[in-house]
């Protein structure tokens, strides 16, 4: 649950989602996305056919990694006309710059210009991105959990959610701590449930 970036709406494509697998991205955790969105907000969900990692989405300023904002654009620019939302799935670790309110980059600058997270997603947006590099786990439900969790969180900020002050809803800001994960419920709140 990374950083939201607010992008003007797109389009007026029908609510529906494809979750779209990158590299060597299990099928049983694609099928597990498929099933928990799908669960979640109730819209049409389809899985595309297996994509590479693009080559100039990768960067090595602290270690390597691809760049969570780039795999959005990627992801929006590869959408079918005929969906409304992407979420691309990968196990490579993602990076973005975290910025302040008044978009420079947080201090201190070296620890944030190149900052790992979970997901990322444009607010609202066509796409969005999570990578499970950042949340593995000797436990296997607790892995599986994140990976919902995050998922949900992330097309959540697709269809305009912000992420939301009650502590217990998919949608709270995860404050740079997979704890607070671990510690939300699998489901939006009353309040976000109004806004979709």
Not at 14 to 38: C, E, R, S, W, Y
Not at 94 to 114: F, H, L, M, Q
Not at 165 to 177: F, G, I, L, R, Y
Request: with cysteine; aromatic share 8%; hydrophobic share 30%.
């Amino acid at each position: 649950m990374g950083l939201v970036l607010v992008m003007s709406s797109c389009g007026s494509s029908p609510k529906n989602i494809a979750v779209q697998p990158m590299g060597n991205f299990p099928v049983h955790l694609t099928d597990t996305v498929k099933n928990t969105l799908h669960r979640v907000y109730g819209f049409p969900v389809h899985v595309l056919s297996n994509k590479e990692i693009p080559e100039h989405t990768f960067t090595k300023v602290k270690s390597p990694r691809y760049r969570a904002d780039q795999l959005i654009r990627f992801l929006k620019d590869e959408q079918p006309d005929s969906v409304a939302y992407t979420i691309g799935l990968l196990q490579k670790d993602i990076s973005t710059t975290k910025r302040d309110a008044n978009g420079e980059v947080k201090k201190p600058a070296y620890k944030y210009k190149d900052w790992g997270v979970f997901g990322l997603g444009y607010r609202p947006g066509p796409s969005c991105v999570v990578s499970t590099f950042r949340f593995k786990n000797r436990e296997p439900s607790k892995f599986i959990s994140r990976l919902k969790k995050i998922s949900v969180h992330e097309i959540g900020h697709n269809l305009g959610l912000p992420h939301c002050p009650n502590k217990q809803c998919v949608m709270t800001d995860a404050a740079e701590s997979i704890n607070t994960i671990d510690q939300v419920k699998l489901e939006l709140c009353k309040e976000c449930k109004s806004q979709i």
